[in-house]
Structures are given as structure tokens and as C-alpha cells.
């Protein structure tokens, strides 16, 4: 018989005596803190170049001080406001993909095949964390999508419970994948394509140290993982999700008594599950061919949850419900998204952002010339904490960091991987990270749970990065 442990069955020792505050507060202090620092950090501007793919880069020899413009209280009073409005594609696309899915879920689909594969898994079930890890990396190296952990979170988060793991296992196993794969970039056109081309190297050169990088990065995270959730499996108290009551509802829902008779579809709902199959081949088509991302997406998704809704055997007034359902389960992660966006929106209004830029690039010219990918590395982890933004990041610093690891002596190459690096790696640690946000509020995952996860394993992949990084500056790799 399996056991559930509930709230009372967890012995969580003496209360903590700091608490971390609501995700909410952190991000308001944030933005108070960014729209504070525009009073205090000297305006500045770059002028904008387009580019021959058309965006948008900065002329790094055109940076001047303007007029400052600190940040005053109307303009902060709108801060949540605009950052829900420019970050509205992620927020919007959050919502329809917990709709979609709660819809499915009424259907009794994702009920049924969850059973059948954890039935299939039992004996065995911790090496389908290392197959959808390595799928899920594979397929962000290629295309670059990382925020495609918003797709996987709430397809696995019914199995990964089902097979006695937890949401963290759910939301780890998309967020590492995705994260390892979109940054090592073997033929990523988001970073790698876009920075080799304002750094003027060849397209997608340095494929064999970044194949190496990949499989480190992957490596790690799957050892890293495998390790916490079999410690779940085995005593479900020490899982950092132990005692949250959302948690102790979705074991009820989804784990049974391995002496429960399975279950079985419909006629109905294997019909059902053909079109979801469908739609994700359409799914697949469109980002490959199409360059679909979150606003084709959520518009094929809308469509799915009525056609399988439908298929499956709900009335029009059944989706409708399911569709709020949904909405209402992911409201807060779509909430914090913009928050997220509010601290990037202060420092722009305020025209210091240029400003930090130009301070980043100085900061790593002063450095010896060792340290020098190392300290290009370090600027854009720290770069990232305001445009996490990978495709962003590249135009607003690339155009600096090539030219002066030129005169640093760094290659272009290695300065190329250290944006990968010090973007990628911290885009599912940052608060300001709006898909991350997103996904963790679709497993119902707390920020403050997944930085206990994530943290020891943040360090390991710095100390990779930092490898792979001293060793190009060694071997002067340029592809």
C-alpha cells in the first residue's frame, strides 16, 4: 500500500527563525531598488545600429551622458502596469497553457496515461529523468527555446508525482534540460547564431567545445537530479515540497495502490489523445519551420483545448469552467512575470541601463588578461539580473564585449561563450526571469523551495563554465 504523508505525518523540526518573504515583496524591493538607483547612477545613452537581420545593437563607440532622469513617483507608481504590458506575450501565454491543460485533465486523458506509464516504469522509474533530460536539452540546443519548459512542465508533473517523486523533480527535469541545452548553443540561433554574428565569426563554428560543454552541463544536472529524486522516492519527508498542502492534493490525485485495478480509455479518449498528438506534431512544425513562438503558440493551444475537449466528450459549458480553472491556478506565476519586467522597466526610464553597460565593459577591460573571459563571464551573470533576456543580453552587450576582448586578448570566440554562459546559466535562478517565474508557478513550486534545490548545482555549472573558459583563453580557442 502507498503511503501519503500529510502535514502531520512531516516532522519538520524546530521552527525556522527567517522566513523568506513572499516572491511579491522580493520583486517590489527590486523595483524600488532599480528606480532608487537611477537618482544615483549618471544617465547615459548608446545609439542603436540595425542590424542586416534587422534588430536592433548598440554603436559602442557612441556612448555619452545625457540629462539625468531619475525615476520619480508616477513613473514608479506604473512600474507593475508596464511590466505586465511589455512582458503581456509570457503572461498571456501562461495563462492559456494552464487553461489548455486543465482541460485536458478534465478529459481524464492525462489521468489514464499517467497510469499506464507508471505502471510500465515501476521498477525502473528514475531513468525517465535522464531520457527527457537529454531530449529536452537536444532539442533547446537546436532551436534555442527555452521557454519551451512552460510546454513540458505540465505534460511530466502528473507522471513525476505518480511515480513518487515531486513537483521539484517535475519542474527540475524541464528547467536544467532546457537551461544546459539553450546554453551551450550548439546550433542555438537566439545566442549562439545571434552573437557570433555581431562578434563577425563564422555561423555556428565551435561546435566541438561547445558539443563538450553540452554534455557537461547536461551530465551534471542528470547525476544531480537522479540523486534528489531518489531520495524522495525513498522518504517522501525529506522532499522540499514536504508539508505544502497543494502538494499533499496532487499525490492524492495522481498515486495509487499498486494493487488498483488500471486503468483504461474510452473510445472517446483515445480519440482524444490522437489530437493532442497531433496538435503537438503541429506544435513541433510550427516552431521548426514557422519560427512560431509564444503568441502562435498560445493561439494553437486555445484551439486544442476545445477540439480535444470536444473530442473527448466535454460540453462547451465543462471547457468553459475548465479553461477558468486553469486560469486561476497560474494567475499568480502570470502576475509575477510582470514584476519581473517592472525592474528592467525602472532602469530603463531612468537611462541608466546604457550606463551599467558601459560600467560592465570597463570593469572587465581593467582586469589582467587572464582573468579577462572570466571577468566578461562574470559581467554578463551579473547583466543578466536586468535583461535576462538572452537574444537582448547579446545586442545590448555583445557589441561592446567583442571589440574590447580584442584589445584584452580574448578571442571573439570565447567571448561569444562567455555571454552563453553567464546568460543561460542564471536565467532559472534570477527572480527577473519572467518564463522561469512561470514555470515554477505552473508546478506550483515556491522561488524560494527551488533556490535549496538549485543552488549547490548553480555552483557546480560555474565551476564548469569556469573551466571551459580558462581552458579557451589557454589554448586562445577561436573555432
Known sequence: M???????????????RFRMPDIYVILFIFTAIAALLTHVIPAGVYDRVTLANGRAAIDPETFRHVTPSPVGFETFMMAIPRGLMD????????????????????TGIIDVAVDKLTRRFAGRSVLMIPVLMVTFAVIATLIGTQELALVYVPVILPLMIALRFDSVVAVATALLATTAGFTAGVLNPINT????????LPLYSGVGLRTALLICLVGAAVLYLMRYALMVQADPGRSLMAGDAAEHRKRRVYVHDADQAAM??????????????????????????????????????????????????LGAGRICDAFNEGFRDV?????????????????????????????????????????????????????????????????????????????????????????????????????TSGYFMATLALAGVGWDRWVRFFLPLFVIWI????????????VGWNG
Open 193 to 200: 547564431g545571434l552573437g557570433q554574428t555581431i562578434a563577425q
Open 87 to 106: 512582458a503581456s506575450q509570457v503572461v498571456f501565454f501562461t495563462l492559456i497553457i494552464g487553461g489548455m491543460f486543465m482541460v485536458i485533465r478534465h
Open 463 to 474: 565551476v564548469i563554465a569556469s573551466g571551459f573558459l580558462i581552458y579557451a583563453q589557454m
Open 264 to 313: 483504461t480509455f474510452s473510445a472517446r479518449q483515445k480519440w482524444g489523445g490522437i489530437a493532442v498528438l497531433g496538435f503537438l506534431a503541429v506544435l513541433v512544425w510550427g516552431v521548426l519551420t514557422r519560427g512560431w513562438f509564444m503568441t502562435e503558440m498560445a493561439g494553437l493551444f486555445i484551439i486544442m483545448g476545445i477540439t480535444v475537449g470536444l473530442i473527448a466528450g
Open 331 to 431: 494567475l499568480v506565476g502570470a502576475m509575477i512575470v510582470g514584476l519581473a519586467r517592472a525592474v528592467a522597466v525602472m532602469l530603463e526610464e531612468g537611462q541608466v541601463m546604457d550606463t551599467l553597460v558601459h560600467g560592465l565593459g570597463g570593469m572587465v577591460g581593467g582586469l589582467p588578461s587572464t582573468f579577462s573571459a572570466l571577468g566578461m563571464f562574470g559581467a554578463q551573470l551579473g547583466f543578466n539580473f536586468v535583461v535576462p533576456s538572452g537574444s537582448g543580453q547579446a545586442l545590448v552587450t555583445m557589441p561592446i564585449m567583442a571589440p574590447l576582448s580584442d584589445l584584452i586578448g580574448v578571442t571573439r570566440q570565447s567571448a561569444v561563450l562567455a555571454y552563453q554562459l553567464g546568460d543561460g546559466l542564471s536565467n532559472i535562478l534570477y527572480p
Open 2 to 16: 502507498s503511503q501519503i504523508h500529510t502535514d502531520d505525518d512531516v516532522d519538520r523540526g524546530p521552527a525556522p
